[in-house]
Nanobody, 127 residues
Framework: QVQLLESGGGLVQAGGSLRLSCAASGFTFRAYAMGWFRQAPGKEREFVAA????????IYGDSMKGRLTISRDNAKNTVYLQMNSLKPEDTAVYYCAVGRNPFTTAQAISTMTDLNWGQGTQVTVSS
């Protein structure tokens, strides 16, 4: 059974940084691309970043490009999202996701289809 557990969210002032973590279990972690998404109140869920199984390919959505880094530690079955220069408009619930099969590429994850999801972690950026 796939399980994704996000952590690291919280309250931060504008301009600050946070690092989110997503601990995965129930599948062969190194074989799967992983992704991060976010959903702000009243808005649709949007793609933030994705990374291939080996970590050699990373892609980023437009909303936070230049301010974040996605990485993974396959020995720890964990994917990370380092977010810098945070803005109040970055306030959202951040979700970790993985494709339902190991052939799902990082690019495919960005389309938000056929994914398993974590429960999310709240990030609040104060002005």
């Amino acid at each position: 059974q796939v399980q994704l557990l996000e952590s690291g969210g919280g309250l931060v002032q504008a301009g600050g940084s946070l690092r989110l973590s997503c601990a995965a279990s129930g599948f062969t972690f190194r074989a799967y691309a992983m992704g991060w998404f976010r959903q702000a109140p009243g808005k649709e869920r949007e793609f933030v970043a994705a990374i291939s199984g080996t970590g050699s390919v990373t892609i980023y959505g437009d909303s936070m490009k230049g301010r974040l880094t996605i990485s993974r530690d396959n020995a720890k079955n964990t994917v990370y999202l380092q977010m810098n220069s945070l803005k109040p408009e970055d306030t959202a619930v951040y979700y970790c996701a993985v494709g339902r099969n190991p052939f799902t590429t990082a690019q495919a994850i960005s389309t938000m289809t056929d994914l398993n999801w974590g429960q999310g972690t709240q990030v609040t950026v104060s002005s």
